[in-house]
């Protein structure tokens, strides 16, 4: 039975921080690539960040590129994103989601664009959700 946990949401003032984890039971976590999506209120799902596992490739999404980390802890089978610099506009429910994802389906390093990376249609798996809110 495959189970993403996503916890670590809050509420923060502009500026703050957060991190949040995303804990994976299930699945060969070294042949999965972990993402993290948010929906705000009346928004689409869009992508924010994704780690592929097989070979560390890392994407972001331009709006938060620099200000986010994402990381990822194979032998406790948890990825983590580290907010930082928050703002209102950050606010939404923070999902994660695994799709496999072994060089032998996504290729080498390099391979695939961001919005590839991020297609959430071809995530496999999904966490119930973690609400963040970021208050002006």
């Known amino acids: 039975d495959v189970q993403l946990q996503a916890s670590g949401g809050g509420l923060v003032q502009a500026g703050g921080s957060l991190r949040l984890s995303c804990a994976a039971s299930g699945i060969s976590f070294d042949n999965y690539a972990i993402a993290w999506f948010r929906q705000a209120p009346g928004k689409e799902r869009e992508g924010v960040s994704c780690i592929s596992n097989s070979d560390s490739s890392i994407f972001y999404s331009d709006y938060v590129k620099g200000r986010f980390t994402i990381s990822s802890d194979n032998a406790k089978n948890t990825v983590y994103l580290q907010m930082n610099n928050l703002k209102p506009e950050d606010t939404a429910v923070y999902y994660c989601?695994?799709?496999?994802?072994?060089?032998?389906?996504?290729?080498?390093?390099?391979?695939?664009?961001?919005?590839?990376?991020?297609?959430?249609?071809?995530?496999?798996?999904w966490g119930r959700g973690t609400q963040v809110t970021v208050s002006s």
């Open positions: 989601a695994a799709e496999y994802a072994p060089v032998s389906v996504w290729g080498p390093v390099g391979s695939i664009t961001t919005a590839q990376a991020m297609d959430l249609y071809e995530y496999d798996y």
